[in-house]
């Protein structure tokens, strides 16, 4: 059997656009399974269809444009090419008219303008960019190119190297919208500084960054070194609150961090007023961050960090006072002692956990003289911890009480950020290097994804005001009718 579809389409002044499309069904087919329409027939239908709607789309759109809208005559044409068109449901070749300015409106002014690169800016409609972008930002760009061939009329020479590309310019836009809205954040944050500083802290209204880097290796033949990407989740609330937006930034720059945060952190409703609470570990340029905030800025370092750095010495040392005799004069209570000092630092009672580490790494000296691996481990982890503490001192707070206040205490916003962000894609994959610049931008359409702003974002920017588009759509029949 053979099907014929038929499309019919009206445009505003009453004219017929009539397209047929045949599909080739025989019957002797379906012994072999082929049952019903396949993706094949779907790509062909959906780009007979959409050859049909985008090229009459542009045609209407650059007729419109034509119309001079101060004297509502046509422009001058300056010359017609094709444009290939990229769209889900395949290419199509349409006109590509430049109209020129309009001569009496314009005096002396030689200018041309392509009609259709206002509404497809890039080679490939928005939808298509937003489509590949999103798929190339949550799996590797080969991957997201076979899987939009598979299920779309998409021509063989778009491949990976199309996929990265289209990726990275939608995460260059992100990019430029977030820097000018970060810019002008600055601003009245500069404006408020002043007032805020007499504001009372209130608790109940914190607004905390958890923020972490994560490594990427690098593609740069020049620098052999990794570079690292800054992954954060901040907002409002406590510990079972929603967890916020994400930020992601590989410019480690202070005042790029800075801006950044700021530029979330307005999202989440902050003024410039209250406290900002700044949860990371102890890397070098997190630190340098709550320096440049507004004040109040409180840094914390982050819970599990300290207590990640305990857990393997307390396993240790449990398993030394459970199976060796021979500790009874030096450290009968290594187990209860680092338990101690754990619940000293949960606290913040500092100076004291600092004291009675120091002893705990003072005693296990003469052990590890002796060649006692435990003691030596111990005494490795225990100096290591110290040096943390110590280099960290002014972050490290009464967990205990922020944690009963049902305030956070840790950084798990940010790691569970940076695995489903960062790691996916770039750090597990360990044979892959990238580019600083290609991972920064895809980054950002990842980050828009995930804060679920990906679509209006790309949107928005389409929609910049163009002066010269009057009353678009209410065209002069008549007029339109004579071309
Ligand atoms: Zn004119």
Same mark, same amino acid.
């Given at each position: 059997m053979e099907w014929t579809i038929s499309i019919e389409g009206k445009n505003e002044f009453g004219d017929i656009c009539r397209r047929e499309v045949r599909v080739d069904k025989s019957e002797e087919r379906l012994r072999d399974g082929n049952l019903g329409l396949s993706i094949g027939d779907g790509k062909k239908i959906m780009a007979a269809l959409q050859n049909a709607v985008v090229t009459q789309e542009a045609e209407t759109y650059a007729l419109f444009r034509r119309v001079c809208p101060d004297c509502h005559t046509f422009r001058p044409v300056k010359d017609y090419t094709t444009r290939r068109i990229r769209t889900v449901f395949g290419t199509v070749e349409v006109r590509n008219p430049r109209w020129m300015l309009c001569r009496d409106c314009h005096p002396g002014m030689v200018d041309a303008f392509a009609p259709l690169k206002e509404i497809c800016p890039d080679r490939a409609t928005p939808e298509l960019m937003e489509l590949t972008a999103r798929l190339g930002s949550t799996m590797p760009y080969r991957q997201a190119a076979s899987l939009l061939a598979e299920f779309l009329p998409i021509e063989p020479t778009e491949t990976h190297a199309t996929v990265r590309k289209r990726t990275i310019r939608v995460g260059e836009r992100l990019d430029d919208q977030i820097a000018e809205e970060a810019w002008r954040a600055r601003l009245q944050m500069d404006e408020r500084r002043q007032l805020e500083m007499q504001l009372p802290g209130d608790r109940r209204k914190e607004f905390v960054i958890s923020i972490d880097t994560a490594h990427v290796r690098s593609a740069d033949p020049n620098s052999a070194r990794n570079f690292e990407i800054v992954v954060a989740r901040c907002g409002r609330g406590g510990r079972g609150d929603a967890g916020g937006r994400y930020f992601t930034t590989s410019n480690t720059d202070q005042p790029a961090i800075r801006d950044r945060t700021l530029h979330a952190l307005r999202r989440e409703g902050y003024c410039g007023f209250g406290d900002v609470t700044v949860i990371s570990d102890g890397a070098e340029i997190l630190k340098r961050l709550p320096r440049a905030m507004p004040k109040p800025t409180t840094h914390i370092i982050d819970w599990f960090h300290i207590a990640m750095k305990i857990q393997p010495m307390q396993q240790i040392a449990d398993h030394m006072v459970r199976s060796?005799?021979?500790?009874?004069?030096?450290?009968?209570?290594?187990? *209860?002692?680092?338990?101690?000092?754990?619940? /000293?630092?949960?606290?913040?009672?500092?100076?004291?956990?600092? *004291?009675?580490?120091?002893?705990?790494?003072? /005693?296990?000296?003469?052990?590890?003289?002796? &060649?006692?691996?435990?003691?030596?481990?111990?005494?490795?982890? &225990?100096?290591?911890?110290?040096?943390?503490?110590?280099? =960290?001192?002014?972050?490290?707070?009464?967990?205990?009480? /922020?944690?009963?206040? &049902?305030? *956070? +205490?840790?950084?798990?916003?940010?790691?569970?950020?940076? =695995?489903?962000? +960062?790691?996916?894609?770039?750090?597990?994959?360990?044979?892959?290097?990238?580019?600083?610049? &290609?991972?920064?931008?895809?980054?950002?359409?990842?980050?828009?994804?995930?804060?679920?702003?990906?679509?209006?974002?790309?949107?928005?920017?389409?929609?910049?005001?163009?002066?010269?588009?009057?009353?678009?759509?209410?065209?002069?029949?008549?007029?339109? *009718?004579?071309?």
């Open positions: 060796r005799s021979d500790l009874a004069g030096i450290l009968p209570t290594i187990d *209860r002692d680092i338990r101690a000092v754990k619940w /000293r630092l949960w606290h913040g009672r500092l100076d004291r956990a600092i *004291r009675d580490l120091q002893d705990i790494v003072t /005693r296990l000296l003469p052990l590890r003289g002796a &060649g006692d691996l435990s003691a030596a481990r111990l005494h490795s982890l &225990g100096s290591q911890l110290l040096t943390y503490i110590r280099s =960290n001192r002014s972050a490290i707070t009464n967990y205990g009480a /922020r944690y009963r206040s &049902g305030l *956070r +205490v840790a950084t798990t916003l940010a790691e569970s950020a940076v =695995n489903s962000l +960062v790691a996916k894609r770039m750090v597990k994959k360990q044979q892959m290097r990238w580019s600083q610049h &290609g991972a920064h931008m895809l980054m950002q359409v990842r980050t828009a994804e995930m804060n679920g702003e990906l679509r209006d974002r790309l949107r928005a920017g389409f929609r910049e005001p163009e002066p010269q588009v009057p009353s678009l759509f209410k065209p002069k029949p008549p007029l339109l *009718r004579a071309a």
